[in-house]
């Protein structure tokens, strides 16, 4: 079993910066992709940023030049910077990985996992 826990999320002025983390926690044996994904009131979950386990990233259109995603595999933790945040942004932040999971009996599998989400609100 792995769990993901997002922390960082609050009320931010436009124009402002968040700093979002995820931290895995579990029987890992090792981290693929990680991503974050938002979901505003009324919309559809949509991809923000994804990173693989070589540290290649790509991100949503809306997002490219003002966010950037990082991950520091030895605290199993993946990172969300967000700059020059706009009342658009406002959203439900979800963490998202693909885990190679490792059992009791040496037993490898693999699984999605995803955190419970963090509320960002750009507001004046």
């Known amino acids: 079993q792995v769990q993901l826990v997002e922390s960082g999320g609050g009320l931010v002025q436009p124009g402002g910066s968040l700093r979002l983390s995820c931290a895995a926690s579990?029987?890992?044996?090792?981290?693929?992709?990680m991503a974050w994904y938002r979901q505003a009131p009324g919309k559809e979950r949509e991809l923000v940023a994804h990173?693989?386990?070589?540290?290649?990233?790509n991100y949503g259109d809306s997002v490219k030049g003002r966010f950037t995603i990082s991950r520091d595999d030895a605290k199993n933790t993946v990172y969300l910077q967000m700059n020059s945040l706009k009342p658009e942004d406002t959203a439900v932040y979800y963490c998202?990985?693909?885990?190679?999971?490792?059992?009791?009996?040496?037993?490898?599998?693999?699984?999605?996992?995803w955190g419970q989400g963090t509320l960002v609100t750009i507001s004046t």
């Open positions: 990173i693989t386990s070589g540290s290649s990233t």
């Open positions: 579990g029987n890992i044996f090792r981290i693929n992709a």
């Open positions: 998202n990985a693909q885990v190679v999971t490792i059992g009791n009996y040496g037993s490898v599998g693999s699984l999605e996992a």
